[in-house]
């Protein structure tokens, strides 16, 4: 019999410590943080995903300074966040985007999210910051404003830079100093009137530049942030925006030109917090699918339903039979034989899936909302599909009743009713706004409805948020010249698959 020696020994232990390790479930690079108001996705390390979410919601809290009506307000919906060191994965999530982005917000029926590549190019936070900006702003302020205030609010916002407990706000990005100095301007009576979807893709940099000058330029002073305040209130109201604009400031487009070229001294405020807010968090590890299917189950909630990628589909089948029983893996798969595939297949995995567990949220919630999926791609059995969705969305609804997205698809299920809409519809539709208020595809369908019930006063307050989207484009376009036929503003049956007096975000005392 042979002895072991000392290096035997150290061998043996070495491959017992392998095979645990091999028996155990296998983890992901991704990590999962969650706080009281954001779910953070990152391939990082904990210690840089912890800084992170503590970067945003020090972030968070100084947006809410800024705005004292928030800041004892907490978000019904929390803001997902992905976080990609490869910028090659934003175009995997969004393969639509343009090849310099570097980072875009999406609050859709499916959730809210925002995308972003650490150092995307503006700066470190930047990216973020200016996502984060509008959703912040849509989340607490759903109102009309032009698209210039929007994006020209973000921009200023997303130069925050936090260095302690020491917050300065108003500082500037050098891409937009040099869109100033070095972009031919747009005429400014169009930086008011024009959307970021009406301006040419050469046309964008000195957009958003100006967008941030003429937004710094008005917050500097405390007259001029009156004269901003009364003018988004005037534009909220209907007024033109140039109009309202020039009576608010007193100047004409020349003038306001004039003032904005020779604005230079760009003042700061500064924020002294007593210590940096620390948010409880967990931090969980991903299971090993993540790697293959995180991003792609992403792809599948941003796609549009129906339109097939065949190599895409293909890919996820591949990827999801590596992970049998993977809740993740199975999901991802069923969701894109909904949207692209195979239904049949798609209520399989769910039918096994929720026999195993009956009482599970988010397989109940899948089990529905595919079940819609499908309804849009299968005309003839739309009517069939929409039916078979509202039973599992109920069920989904009683286990928890705070989440939107069950009450937005069981909204959207009973849309094919001639009986629609009922006045539970509309409890349903105001409901999931008020639960996600930065989602204006509610508010679009909540308008829409209003107006078949010929509320046109409530339709149109609800509608303001959606013809208002800086990003809306051909839609909003389609919308407007809507609202204006007669017929369709009587019926409100348009093809499209905030209340009260619009409250703007605040202005900082200088």
């Given at each position: 019999m042979r002895r072991r020696t000392p290096l035997r020994r150290a061998g043996l232990l070495l491959l017992a410590i392998m095979a645990l390790a091999a028996a155990g479930p296998a983890q992901a690079r991704w990590l999962r943080a969650e706080t009281d108001r954001f779910v953070i996705y990152s391939s990082g390390g904990e210690g840089q995903l912890r800084a992170f979410a503590s970067r945003l919601t020090t972030y968070d809290q100084v947006l809410r300074i800024?705005?004292?009506?928030?800041?004892?307000?907490?978000?019904?919906?929390?803001?997902?966040?992905?976080?990609?060191?490869?910028?090659?994965n934003l175009k995997r999530v969004q393969p639509s985007l343009p090849p310099n982005a570097a980072g875009f917000y999406r609050a859709m029926n499916e959730g809210v999210f925002a995308f972003a590549v650490r150092d995307g190019g503006l700066g470190e936070d930047d990216v973020l910051f200016h996502e984060y900006a509008h959703h912040f702003m849509l989340e607490n302020f759903p109102s009309a404003y032009p698209a210039w205030f929007v994006e020209g609010w973000a921009e200023y916002f997303m130069t925050t830079e936090i260095t302690g407990t020491t917050i300065k706000v108003g500082g500037y990005n050098p891409a937009r100093v040099y869109g100033i100095f070095n972009e031919t301007w747009l005429p400014l009576d169009k930086l008011l009137s024009a959307t970021t979807a009406e301006t040419r893709d050469e046309r964008r940099d000195a957009y958003y530049a100006q967008a941030w000058l003429l937004m710094h330029y008005m917050r500097s002073d405390l007259a001029r942030a009156a004269q901003l305040d009364a003018a988004t209130r005037a534009i909220a109201a209907g007024e033109a925006p140039v109009k309202a604009v020039q009576t608010a400031a007193g100047k004409t487009m020349l003038q306001l030109t004039e003032a904005l070229r020779a604005y230079r001294k760009l003042p700061n405020y500064e924020i002294k917090l007593t210590a940096l807010p620390t948010p409880a968090m967990t931090v969980t590890a991903m299971p090993a699918s993540a790697d293959d299917l995180l991003i792609d189950a992403q792809r599948l909630i941003l796609a549009p339903t129906g339109r097939v990628d065949a190599e895409f589909l293909a890919e996820v089948r591949r990827k999801a039979a590596r992970y049998p029983g993977d809740a993740l893996a199975e999901r991802t798969l069923a969701r894109a034989e909904f949207v692209m595939g195979d239904v049949t297949a798609g209520e399989a995995i769910l039918k096994r899936r929720l026999a195993e567990n009956s009482g599970d949220v988010e397989d109940l919630l899948l089990a529905g909302t595919g079940q819609v999926l499908a309804g849009i791609r299968d005309q003839p059995r739309r009517l069939e599909r929409f039916r078979a969705a509202r039973s599992l969305l109920g069920k989904a609804y009683q286990l928890d009743k705070a989440d939107f997205r069950t009450l937005y698809a069981y909204a959207m299920s009973r849309s094919v009713e001639p009986t629609y809409p009922t006045e539970n519809d509309l409890t349903?539709?105001?409901?999931?706004?008020?639960?996600?208020?930065?989602?204006?595809?509610?508010?679009?369908?909540?308008?829409?409805?209003l107006m078949r019930k010929g509320r046109r006063e409530d339709a149109s307050r609800v509608l303001a948020i959606v013809l208002n989207n800086p990003h809306g484009g051909a839609d909003v376009a389609r919308l407007r010249a809507m609202l204006d036929q007669s017929d369709a503003t009587k019926?409100?049956?348009?093809?499209?698959?905030?209340?009260?007096?619009?409250?703007?975000?605040?202005q900082p005392n200088p």
């Open positions: 800024f705005n004292p009506s928030t800041l004892e307000r907490k978000p019904k919906t929390k803001l997902q966040v992905f976080l990609f060191s490869n910028p090659a349903a539709l105001t409901e999931a706004r008020s639960l996600a208020p930065a989602v204006t595809e509610i508010s679009l369908q909540l308008g829409l409805a019926t409100g049956k348009f093809d499209f698959g905030g209340t009260g007096d619009p409250q703007p975000p605040a």
